[in-house]
């Protein structure tokens, strides 16, 4: 029964307006042409993204090649910032050396300053100074008494006598000043000299060491080169003597050639060192046609016997392999029957250990009972 048939024959009040069967097919191909250019619109989309967005396009792009170098910049950053870490580590250890080291020095310099001070105050006392008594301000209070110029007070009687000696000892100092700065003088003058000659007698040593360095290097040459020379021309002359020597050679083997047996078609040559009837094989010359024909028979019987020689031993080779071949095959075989058979035994064991009630007889016949 049709659509149709089974709309007709319904009441008419309970008749639904069905589209007709153009109208239909119009519909859906209505639909599909907007679900396809939808789609289409979709598709445009989603290229329009992948090309022209530049946080999705992905053509003309190598992935691959952008996520190795995204992985070496991230790797090259850890390395970076692993790197900066030792660095700051190590200068923070240099940091605390350098202050271990300061305040070390401070208290070397600081025990240093105490042991100066300790060692002017008890070895190095102004009473123990030269001439302190001239400049000792208490030298009156520890004289004996109060001791008064004579004569009147203010008055000084031996002034006159005073400066006459302190005159004469000035004039003396002056004197031994002078006579030491003249012998610090002359000191000084014979020192100069003394350098000055020995600077003078270094340098033509050096001279006369460089003018005998550069005799030596120029004789060194001049032998040489006198050496090299004559090496030279004993070379030229070897290479002449041997040049004229293999020309003589090739002329005498070409005449030798010219006039040897070989050329000549001399009978005799085909003749053994055993004399006749023995024959040499590899000579052809001065053989007779049935000689020649015995000779080339016995050359291929030769090549025929090696031939099958060479083939036999093949042969015997290629069976060779093909045995100690079966035998590796053999011996591999073995080995994993054993190791299957170890493995074997192995599960067996387990299972017994593991389950000690075992499947019977009549756990197996319960099963195929019926045709079905």
């Known amino acids: 029964m049709t659509t149709m048939e089974y709309v007709s024959k319904q009441p008419l009040c309970l008749l639904p307006k069905l589209p007709q069967q153009g109208d239909f097919y119009r519909m859906i191909e209505s639909t599909l042409n907007r679900s396809s250019a939808a789609c289409l619109d979709n598709t445009d989309l ?14 003309g792009i190598d992935e691959d090649a952008l996520g190795y170098q995204v992985k070496e910049r991230r790797h090259r950053h850890d390395k970076e910032a692993n790197m900066s870490k030792l660095l700051e580590a190590d200068m923070m250890r ?27 105050q008890h070895f190095q006392q102004p009473v123990n100074r030269r001439e302190f008594d001239l400049n000792d301000t208490d030298m009156l209070k520890k004289q004996d008494g109060v001791q008064m110029l004579p004569g009147l007070v203010g008055e000084d009687p031996d002034k006159r006598e005073r400066l ?17 700065l003249k012998s610090t ?12 000659e020995s600077i003078v007698a270094s340098e033509s040593k050096a001279i006369e060491m460089q003018k005998l360095q550069e005799g030596y290097k120029r004789s060194l040459a001049i032998a040489t080169k006198n050496a090299n020379l004559t090496m030279a021309l004993e070379i030229k002359e070897r290479e002449l003597q041997e040049k004229c020597q293999e020309e003589d050679n090739n002329r005498i083997d070409i005449q030798n ?14 003749i053994s060192v055993l004399r006749t009837p023995h024959v040499r094989h590899d000579f052809y010359k001065g ?13 291929d019987q030769i ?26 095959q053999r011996k591999a075989l073995d080995n994993t029957n054993a ?34």
């Open 339 to 372: 190791q299957l058979a170890e493995v074997r035994r192995a599960r067996e064991k387990w299972l017994e250990k593991e389950f000690t009630n075992g499947p019977t007889e009549g756990y197996f016949a319960q099963f195929n009972t019926s045709s079905r």
């Open 185 to 196: 003088r002359d000191q000084l003058q014979n020192s100069d000299k003394l350098y000055d």
């Open 287 to 299: 053989m007779t046609s049935k000689q020649r024909i015995h000779a080339q028979q016995r050359q």
């Open 303 to 328: 090549q025929e016997e090696y031939l099958c020689l060479a083939s036999a031993r093949t042969a015997l080779l290629q069976e060779r392999q093909q045995i100690s071949f079966n035998k590796q």
């Open 94 to 120: 240099t940091d605390h050396a350098v202050c271990v080291l300061e305040h070390k020095l401070k208290r070397e310099e600081r025990s240093l300053k105490g042991s100066i001070v300790h060692f002017r």
């Open 46 to 59: 989603y290229r329009q993204k992948r090309v022209f967005c530049a946080k999705e396009r992905t053509i």
């Open 257 to 270: 050639q010219l006039q040897g047996d070989l050329l000549c078609d001399n009978p005799n040559q085909s």
């Open 164 to 180: 006459k000696k302190q005159q004469l000892q000035i004039k003396q100092w002056c004197l031994q000043q002078q006579a030491d």
